[in-house]
């Protein structure tokens, strides 16, 4: 009812200390679909829940690997998250090549963090609209921290970013005293029934709408997928694509395997 | 009634997180003539509708060859569509020369992504005003994708584009379990038969304004347009240019081959 | 009565989608003096109506010669057309030195349609306000394109543009069937009937006002200007300019021939 | 008492297709003194009013002479003038250095243009406030020519700029018939007697206030000012500076020739 | 009420001489949690109160160590406070490789001040939002300063900032005349003394929430961080964490010395 | 009343054709104190009102010399006339040095006039504030000139600037006949008679606030300030500065001459 | 109650030709503590009051030392204070190194004036909110400056700046006849019964809050601060500040000696 004055422009302070661009800009990552982390002492999850714009469009690529050691979720505006995810791949990379070992984790959460926080304090730009979830392992073990626009990173526990991710937080808040000892399996059961939280009753966890990524000592990024979540939706006690699809239209059943071969190489994030 | 106070500038987010400027661009591309994209398990189809500018306009070309293995259909701002079309054109070449194979469809797509993101992120520039539909064939197989200004790129079994877009979608959503294994011939008139529903009452498909294009498994990038495309709606049925015309003026047929003749050889988006 | 929200700027686009300033830009064309142009299978023809700011000033230059197979008709802004038409000598004269050939009609288009794009994306310029007609003949035949400020190119069969050139393209819709066929004499007397039809009651064709340029096959661009033009108004059965004027004032015809001397070596665009 | 929405910047379009900008600059120009000029087959003739500033200011000098074949009248602000005086000088200059021979008249008033059209396109700079009458000497013998702010350039058989210039337009039209044939002498005086027009009641033309400037064939640029405009004024019929100034105060006349040899020398557009 | 006219941006000055948005940017540091310095003749020391933003997130870091001789405690936005710390790590690096000895306290304020000051002068920056409480010895011994992102550097005895900070600030001027000779352990005593009275009733300090840093006479940089700042909290009286947490929930403690030591190798400002 | 809608800004053209930022910076060089210019044929001399900001700072410097041949009294703002006096002078230097002679007295008012031509046509500057009169004495004799921010220059025999000048310029004008032929000492005294009528009821010419300078034929550039000024005062009939001041506080004098001393090394142009 | 339309930005002229921002920058002056200056034929001297930001804050430094010869005292913001004394003291630097004597004083008062000038002509930029009253000794002898952040340098026989400055001026005009021949000690006392008007009924000078420097013929810049200050107060008859403190808090004084040593350090303008 009431503009507000000082909202139109990242390097403008409100009266009251306040930058409502870059808070503007995380209601962008709010409205993202899903993703929950758990980290153990030995072991990184991350799990989301994916979405397609139409019926026949694949769906959108929610998690991330950067390097064998890493990986992120992404909510928010997928071309901001292609721009951040492929600075943190090149990033990985010459770290790798520089000083011939992994990039530790939160060094490389604090570059990109420092990309973004540039669109903050410069007239001309604005803030990135994507946040991510990143799990990681490196020499002081596993991790999961959250990126957000503003450039602030956050290490958790179990943290949940996205669509009524409240709901998976609830969840977390509650089962996290099992988290640190949890063994891989038992994290990542965890974490898909956080992300079952977030559902609508309309709603469920399908091969098609979930991916599943792990990181751990001894274990490099790791990504489930399509029909490799099948598995753990049977674990968790869910039904499989076929199963949620018939649901709607029985016919077309026989072919989707093949239809969703050809969408099985859709990378929508993949550069050089 | 009221005036949005967030939506003047493209660096700006509204309160709920929204990037208006970005959006509006998309109305440009709801504007354009109708654009249809099929895949199946080795080939990708585009069709699409011309439209003339006056009577004795040459039709606007919608669909350009990228390279042997890869070829668009634009939707909105012509202007607009060339320079990006001709940057896919000099990316293409420059990876062949450098790695001596054609780009990775994908991969080709993320470049004009991100040269299209830029323009959501930086004062003083404006998002694109054209979207592309997208057809290629690489060491992963055919593929259908999307490009939009906002620098998403989507994959799709089959999708439309453009004025009445969401008629052809319908079809599209009706029939795609067919797609998969449908083969060469009844992909492109699938695709011409969703293209058909995006037409009003008065009009019909012409040798005149309707263009095709395929690519597959051992099939270059293939263009069928005005006398060309004939065969093909014979084969669904359809009327010719001539009887079309005629149904106007039926004097001025004899000579309309010649002149088209002189047309033919106009290429909206020739560059070297 | 209501201000227009978003029509400040070339970069900033409305919620439908479309950049008023663009618009507006071609608004300065539609109030340029009108243009004719023709294209047969073997020429390409352009008439033009002059102008003069006083009684005393010479008329103002239509078409100008960029090339031997190419010229153009502007209409809109001079000093705009200065630019643009200098920059396209540039680039013939360029493109003939380093590849020993003219340069396609097409391409050349093309590279000013690129120019006057940029215009419409960034801030801090404006869009061109000037149109052109393009005839030319290369490798692909004789061609008449258009070229707007919004880097937008169109190719003809016959087409009209500046002031009152409504009348002259339904001349040219009515008569088109004769064109592809119709030899270089009637290309020319047909265009010259088209834009007899943009006249008021008070104006009439004359040496003074009219300017005629042809190119075609085996024909290098040439051009008809004041006196030249007098033998195509009297096939045409118009009067030429001694009667013209004489309906004026009578005495001072004797002088005016060595008066138009002077005048007629006038060159608006010359550059070197 | 109401703002015209797009008048404030010289980059941006009205709905009609106006430059507002563009045309306020050409009001800078009406307000500047009177300035008449005339060509023949032979000759080419500028004279123009001086006005000085207080009475005891040297008369602001109109008339500058840019090369041996070309020299300028200014109307409007005189700091303008000198910054394209200046450039027209350099490239006369710099022409003759490179290509042995005086540049042509047109050749370098489209120079000047091509500047002054910059700033009608180039946001953070405004339209010059300046309009030049140019006469030249050069291979197709003498010209004039009008420049103007936003880069248009006019030929003219006679015309006149600045202050009141319409009644001398009216006395050019109605005798422009004899001119072409005039001899040096009868093209001056019909210029003085144009000019002479443009007076108020209050005005006479005088030693003081009037300039005279030829150039043509086998006479290079030629100033009369000051004492040497009397032959021309007495042939005119006109009083010299004595007279005119007695009527005002009759005590000052014998030291005055003194004075004005102290401002003779003023030369208000001098470079290197 | 009433729309402050001056307060839209760091360049301009309020009629009273007041700059506005430097003041705004210091309502971010009011609300970053408190932190206390205090200063004796032979030491420095910093304490701080960490928050965590979610229940299962870390506690963000609040001291950083900038050298050997030198550490900050943060109060605002923590990515300001990241570009801020690393531009003095790196100033602190290169002054000791160029001149082989500690940089002195003030210089290295002075340097950060001098950047902080260039965004309140410069259009199109922002202020930045953090302040700093900063602890270093050097050759003129231990210091307390201020930094303030106006480019203010205070020196105290004993100062306090962020959120509740008054109440700190009470506490230490009642109590300063014993600051300069209290010995290291009375003077980390002090301290969180006057933290503690800036906490709400609902708060108290533990091991999760406290961070002490000293530097002083022949003792570099000491950090006491979670478990480690058990001792200082028993000789305040105070609970430690599985105390404080237990209040809250009892079932979790167990296994929350493991999760904690996950969260231990956060370091919130890491950089190379 | 009535906000003016075209006058923030230097570089935009009100309706009528002005530029009103030009026409307020020449409102601060009516404020500047009064100074009076007068040339004979012999030598040029400018005389000036000094103003002191309180009762004990020093005068204001308002004569400055550029060079041996050349001097200025400025009006205005005087950080500008420093920055535009040193340009001046620098001019002045290397111009000896290039050509070995003094430079012409309007090629170097010409060169700043163009630098302030500048400031009235790009964006983000503003008009200087300050105006100059200037004498210097060339191979074209004395001559006196005027120079305004908005880049104009005139030549004038007799003028006067700044605060209550149109008395001076009214003596000028009722007097000018006498100057061509004056004296030296004749001139100096017309002069200060001039500025003497520019003096309200309270102010009387004193050795503190009045200086004199003087060029000519045979004669550097010569100044006469404080002490020096008695001659002339005492010739004028005017009371000295002794006399001026006793009319305030008799018992400050017999020290003030050793104040004076101090302040007499004043040169608020200074540079090197 | 009425918005001044022309105070938004230092390069825009009111129509009295004012510069707003320029005038507003100076209110920022006037609320810094005072300073007072005197200069006699031998010796100049600045005594100024220091404030705490808190009472447990050091003193802000309002003398600083530039070079040998020249020192300033600061009104205003300190940042903007540092950022030009560091300019002022780089610049005594280097002419000292680079014509091996001191700087000329109003030398390099005129190069900060001209840095400070540049402030208020470009757009994007803000005046300094600082003025600085000046002492120096060179060739010329003692001199006392005023420098302010339009660019204004002025010279004086004594004068004062800062909060309640008039009082000390009237002090001054009372007594200035005594300054040319006042011996050092004379002076120093004379500028502290000035700055001694300033103070409020519930002020006192005291060594904490006082502070002089001196400059003079065989005499370098010397500094009186803290306890050096007792003498001259002492003189003065005013208490020092353990009896100005023991009003307030009597238990503190013995250690305060203590903790005054380690803020006596402070250099709140250091730079290398």
């Given at each position: 009812?009431?503009?507000?004055?000082?909202?139109?422009?990242?390097?403008?302070?409100?009266?009251?200390?306040?930058?409502?661009?870059?808070?503007?800009?995380?209601?962008?990552?709010?409205?993202?679909?899903?993703?929950?982390?758990?980290?153990?002492?030995?072991?990184?999850?991350?799990?989301?829940?994916?979405?397609?714009?139409?019926?026949?469009?694949?769906?959108?690529?929610?998690?991330?690997?950067?390097?064998?050691?890493l990986?992120?979720?992404?909510?928010?505006?997928?071309?901001?998250?292609?721009?951040?995810?492929?600075?943190?791949?090149?990033?990985?990379?010459?770290?790798k090549?520089?000083?011939?070992?992994?990039?530790?984790?939160?060094?490389?959460?604090?570059?990109?963090?420092?990309?973004?926080?540039?669109?903050?304090?410069?007239?001309?730009?604005?803030?990135?609209?994507?946040?991510?979830l990143?799990?990681?392992?490196?020499?002081?073990?596993?991790?999961?921290?959250?990126?957000?626009?503003?450039?602030?990173?956050?290490?958790?526990?179990?943290?949940?970013?996205?669509?009524?991710?409240?709901?998976?937080?609830?969840?977390?808040?509650?089962?996290?005293?099992?988290?640190?000892?949890?063994?891989?399996?038992?994290?990542?059961?965890?974490?898909?029934?956080?992300?079952?939280?977030?559902?609508?009753k309309?709603?469920?966890?399908?091969?098609?709408?979930?991916?599943?990524?792990?990181?751990?000592?001894?274990?490099?990024?790791?990504?489930?997928?399509?029909?490799?979540?099948?598995?753990?939706?049977?674990?968790?006690?869910?039904?499989?694509?076929a199963?949620?699809?018939?649901?709607?239209?029985?016919?077309?059943?026989?072919?989707?395997?093949?239809?969703?071969?050809?969408?099985?190489?859709?990378?929508?994030?993949?550069?050089?």
């Amino acid at each position: 009812m009431f503009r507000n004055q000082y909202d139109g422009d990242a390097t403008t302070w409100s009266p009251q200390g306040r930058l409502h661009q870059v808070e503007y800009a995380l209601e962008a990552i709010k409205q993202g679909s899903a993703t929950v982390g758990i980290v153990s002492s030995t072991h990184a999850v991350l799990v989301a829940l994916k979405r397609n714009a139409e019926e026949l469009s694949s769906y959108q690529k929610k998690l991330i690997r950067i390097d064998d050691h890493l990986g992120i979720a992404i909510a928010g505006l997928a071309p901001d998250a292609r721009i951040l995810s492929n600075y943190m791949k090149q990033e990985a990379t010459s770290s790798k090549t520089l000083f011939s070992r992994p990039i530790p984790v939160r060094r490389l959460l604090n570059r990109v963090a420092e990309k973004a926080q540039l669109n903050t304090q410069e007239y001309g730009k604005r803030p990135y609209g994507v946040g991510f979830l990143v799990i990681g392992y490196d020499e002081t073990g596993p991790h999961l921290l959250e990126f957000q626009p503003s450039g602030l990173v956050l290490e958790y526990l179990g943290t949940s970013m996205g669509s009524r991710s409240q709901s998976a937080r609830t969840y977390l808040e509650r089962n996290f005293n099992t988290f640190p000892t949890a063994s891989r399996e038992e994290l990542i059961l965890s974490a898909l029934r956080a992300l079952r939280d977030t559902l609508t009753k309309e709603q469920e966890l399908t091969e098609d709408n979930v991916s599943i990524s792990v990181v751990g000592k001894d274990e490099k990024y790791t990504l489930y997928d399509q029909a490799n979540t099948k598995e753990w939706l049977e674990k968790l006690g869910e039904r499989g694509p076929a199963a949620a699809r018939a649901s709607r239209t029985t016919a077309e059943e026989p072919s989707a395997p093949t239809a969703e071969a050809i969408l099985d190489s859709a990378d929508a994030m993949e550069t050089e």
